[in-house]
């Protein structure tokens, strides 16, 4: 089993920045790839990022690519997502997931932490 758990959500100003943090417990950390979702009021839960077991590759939603930066630190265990030049688009619920591949889609990921709230204000 694997436990995740987010934290760093909070009410910032649009064009500030946040830093999300995801601690992760349970199985071998650098098994699993690593996701970034969000969810906004009425909307269903939207991909934002991912990055590899290594960390070497990363990808992004078009709508985060340029302002949000996803990383980890293996001997943590930690996932980060840096996100900077916020917009109040940007709003929403941010949960963390690992699964065994990286991937874009919610199915591809087998554990979830419980989500950290991310509120823009204009």
């Known amino acids: 089993q694997v436990q995740l758990v987010e934290s760093g959500g909070g009410l910032v100003q649009a064009g500030g920045s946040l830093r999300l943090s995801c601690a992760v417990s349970?199985?071998?950390?650098?098994?699993?790839?690593m996701g970034w979702f969000r969810q906004a009021p009425g909307k269903e839960r939207e991909f934002v990022a991912t990055i590899t077991q290594s960390g070497r590759f990363t990808d992004y939603a078009d709508s985060v690519k340029g302002r949000f930066t996803i990383s980890r630190d293996n001997a943590e265990n930690m996932v980060y997502l840096q996100m900077n030049s916020l917009e109040v688009e940007d709003t929403a619920v941010y949960y963390c997931?690992?699964?065994?591949?990286?991937?874009?889609?919610?199915?591809?990921?087998?554990?979830w932490g419980q989500g950290t709230q991310v509120t823009v204000s204009s």
């Open positions: 997931a690992a699964g065994p591949v990286q991937a874009t889609t919610e199915r591809r990921y087998d554990y």
């Open positions: 349970g199985r071998t950390f650098v098994l699993y790839a």
